[in-house]
């Protein structure tokens, strides 16, 4: 079982046949797709009758809401623990490092979270969205710092926001745990993206 779907990370999830579901529910998203994922599916990897998804969520939209509601907070806080440092520099590279690295160690959840947006409800979709925006501030904030003592040179503000950021995010794309270490994927990333910026 991988960290992210260990009843571990998932234990504020109560009672414990609602946390087997939604782990479930995530193993299923990340490798068939949301659309492609019957309630069937997902009992089925918590050992449980289809029938009892439904004693504990009201429908498979609402799991997969719960899910990204948890990844967005979970990779929120990393960025936010890891806005640090003497210098815009440092706080980007921080930043980056630890939220390259996040993707690659939670690369199931990580690839639901980020690759299934559209399956939510406009409702659902509005409050994970606020997340998202304060996930960009961060970077952005840091980004601003540069630019204003020098060190960065960013003539497209929120294009390059959006650029660092989805060098990290693709990573759950592709992540394997044969490929690349995460830590060390990390200080890559970080790397590449202070060339980005680099006056």
């Given amino acids: 079982m991988s960290a992210v779907t260990s009843p571990l990370v998932w234990e504020h999830v109560q009672p414990a046949a609602a946390r087997r579901l939604l782990t479930g529910a995530i193993d299923a998203f990340a490798e068939r797709g949301f659309q492609a994922t019957t309630t069937r599916d997902i009992a089925s990897r918590a050992g449980m009758s289809p029938a009892a998804l439904y004693v504990h969520y009201p429908s498979k939209e609402r799991l997969l809401f719960e899910i990204s509601l948890y990844g967005h907070r979970a990779a929120l806080d990393v960025l936010r623990a890891a806005d640090a440092g003497d210098s815009p520099r440092d706080r980007l590279a921080g930043m980056v490092s630890a939220f390259t690295t996040w993707h ?14 559209a399956a939510l409800t406009p409702e659902h979709l509005a409050e994970v969205a606020t997340i998202r925006r304060a996930i960009s501030t961060q970077i952005e904030q840091a980004l601003t710092d540069g630019i204003s003592d020098g060190s960065f040179a960013v003539e497209d503000l929120p ?10 995010i693709d990573v759950a794309r592709w992540y394997s745990p044969t490929r690349r270490d995460p830590a060390g994927l990390g200080v890559l990333y970080a790397d590449l993206a202070l060339r980005m910026v680099q006056s």
């Fill in 159 to 168: 294009g390059t926001t959006l650029a660092i950021l989805s060098l990290s």
């Fill in 104 to 117: 690659a160690e939670h690369h199931t959840i990580a690839r639901v979270v980020q690759y299934e947006l």
